[in-house]
Nanobody, 120 residues
Framework: QVQLLESGGGLVQSGGSLRLSCAAS????????MGWYRQAPGKQRELVAI???????NYADSVKGRFTISRDNAKNTVYLQMNSLKPEDTAAYYCYTTIRPRFSPTGGYWGQGTQVTVSS
C-alpha cells in the first residue's frame, strides 16, 4: 500500500514564504513525475508545478519566479518552496505522483491536502 503524507501548510502574511513537503511511503518500486496542485473554494483544481524523475520542471504561469519545486529521490519526497506569497495563492494544496508499487500496477496517488492561507 502506498501513502502520501503532506506537511508545511499554514497561515502567512502576503509576501511571506512557506515550504510544503510530500513524502511517499509503502511498497514502492519506482516513482515517476511528482507534482503539486491546488484548489481554492469554488474553483477547479489546477496544476501548480511538476517535476519529472529526471528533474525537469514545469510551472503554472501564475507562480513562475515565486515557487520552486524539487525532489529528493532518496527520501521519496517532493517539496514546494513558495516565496512572495499572495492572497490569491490561498488554497488547499495537494501533491500528486505516479508510482509503480512493488505488487500492483502503476497508478496515480494524491496526498490528503494541506491548507495554505495568505492574508493581505
Amino acid at each position: 500500500q502506498v501513502q502520501l503524507l503532506e506537511s508545511g501548510g499554514g497561515l502567512v502574511q502576503s509576501g511571506g514564504s512557506l515550504r510544503l513537503s510530500c513524502a511517499a511511503s509503502g511498497s514502492i518500486s519506482s516513482i515517476y513525475a511528482m507534482g503539486w496542485y491546488r484548489q481554492a473554494p469554488g474553483k477547479q483544481r489546477e496544476l501548480v508545478a511538476i517535476i519529472t524523475n529526471g528533474g525537469s520542471t514545469n510551472y503554472a504561469d501564475s507562480v513562475k519566479g515565486r515557487f520552486t519545486i524539487s525532489r529528493d529521490n532518496a527520501k521519496n519526497t517532493v517539496y514546494l518552496q513558495m516565496n512572495s506569497l499572495k492572497p490569491e495563492d490561498t488554497a488547499a494544496y495537494y501533491c500528486y505522483t505516479t508510482i509503480r508499487p512493488r505488487f500492483s500496477p502503476t497508478g496515480g496517488y494524491w496526498g490528503q491536502g494541506t491548507q495554505v492561507t495568505v492574508s493581505s
